[in-house]
């Protein structure tokens, strides 16, 4: 057959896709045809199945027959070659770029970033002639790699994620379609993961849509190494779409799948009898479980973390371990380099570091939608950070970061969780610059505590299920529950679904506050009675039932609760309260908040 050489005649070195495509076959295949889905398996593991990342090609895709109009947002070159290849292409593109106000300029519009204003004004002048019907939104599409610079990443985030989030609450409740452009968060070829802090953005694909009926979303990785536009222009003007493709090696399309890990000869126990482990949050339900488990090993544990709890502190040294706690903040560098000076002192290093802080619980809401999303990045993100800033040099057996499944399923009601565990996941799969292996392990549901008949996985069994991970050696990022990443999908996708069938036919009693709230819990929690004064979790209610609960009282009384306010106001009663206090609170628009860099105060 016909070989096509470069046009120089200097070869190149083209990166090629890990496992499971490194195999001793030279056969060439068809073009690769869509094959038709097979229906999620909702079988249980008691012992946690574990998943890996595994990417796929899909077919090419042709053209619409006749692009309509569509608002571009652009910030750099590349979104500017990306607007002229769509206008070759027959589409009539309406360009916005991030400025200091908003503007009408001959090229297209400037807005703030941060203004909800500046885009509802945008939305309401580009309603009538159908342009807001489908937004391509590529502002995180130019700019260099963040590294391990907080300050760029925080910088990424006002382009990337939070500036969506800003979108979102200008849009109205219409039929939308949403294409979300980034380039380098995908690792096809295994040398292309070059910017985890725009992974952030799918909080908003994967989880927003969930919650909002009539959007729809589609997120579109560019390759990092090829600056031309026309793949891009292609796939957004393709008849058939995924919800997230990566292009790369000349334009290919791939999607992302799951499989089982396939087993690997262990390298030897990755957690050691006696060891010396490090771990933030660790009086929290994740790290708690990952310190009793090491205290059996008779560890010396260093537990970093805001709030002391003595009573589990004094648990885990019976179980066999030597406990300290430590109460610093894991954004801060410096009070991290504090912390690393005493274990040196005192143990002479560390053998491996568990990263499973996050936000409190307290249920207070921060202010605005970008302040509470940033509340949510901020110990998960800039703490990963400030730790490979203060650790990173040494010598570890591992580094665990603690993720979740909603990452890779979504999560109704959860964009924001969604978006900091996408970035932990896509940080160790990308060049972090740590010294040692990093995993991050996309947790499942959990079975919680005085709850009957809860599907998730066991604590201890999750914590083992994780250390046989690490025995193998693993690193970048695996998925551990109960269930498969499709089944947990499928199971939000569904729930989703009767969330938003269930939510139209509640409306705010006349009046009546409490009984609104009131009505809409006795229908989530399955019961027939709820007092003012009954409390959420002594009703049976779990994390994820406060996720669904919350989304139905925001579209029935149209008050902006925290996700988180079952913490704080966990009886009908304090919860309307709550909302009397949010319709009271004259609203404000503030500057997105920037996400600290590690050693500054806030």
Known sequence: MPVRLPASGTPRRVPLPGYPYQR???WIDPEPVAAPAEPATDERYDDGVAEVPVWGQLPDTAPVEAPGPLLLFAAGERGTALADRLRERGADVTVVRPGPAFAVRPDGYRLRPASV????RLLDECADDGRAARIV????????????????VAAAQEHGYLA????????????????VVTAGTADVTGADLLRPEHATVAGVVRSVPLERQGLRCHWVDADPAEPGADALADELLGAERAEAVALRLGGRRWTCGFAAAPARRRTGPAVRDGGRYLITGGLGRVG?????ELARRGARLVLVGRTARPDLVEALERAGAQVRHVRADVTDVDALRAVR??????????????????????????????????AELLPKVTGALALRAVFGDMPLDFVLLSSSVTALAGGLGRADDTAANAFLDAYARSPHGWRSPVLSVAWGAWREEGVPDHDGLAPDAAVRAACRVLAEGRTGSVAIGAYTVEAVAGHERRLAATTVATASTVTAADGDLQDTVARIWRDVLGVTEVGPHDDFFRLGG??????????RIRQAVGARLSMRVLFDAPTVAAMAARIESLRAAPPAEAPIPRLRRPGRPG
């Open 137 to 152: 939104h590529a502002w995180a599409l130019d700019g260099d790699p963040a590294g391990p610079d907080a300050d760029a």
């Open 288 to 292: 708690g479980a990952f310190a009793a």
């Open 24 to 26: 001793a076959r030279y």
């Open 164 to 179: 969506l989030l800003t979108l979102l609450e200008a849009l109205p409740a219409v039929d939308v379609t949403l294409d």
């Open 341 to 374: 000076a005493d274990i040196e002192d005192d143990l002479g290093g560390l053998d491996g570091i568990v990263h499973a802080a996050r936000l409190p619980d307290t249920g207070l809401s921060t202010g605005s939608r970008p302040a509470e999303a940033t």
């Open 117 to 120: 204003a500046d885009h509802q």
């Open 542 to 551: 779990t994390s994820l039932v406060a996720a669904q609960l919350v989304l």
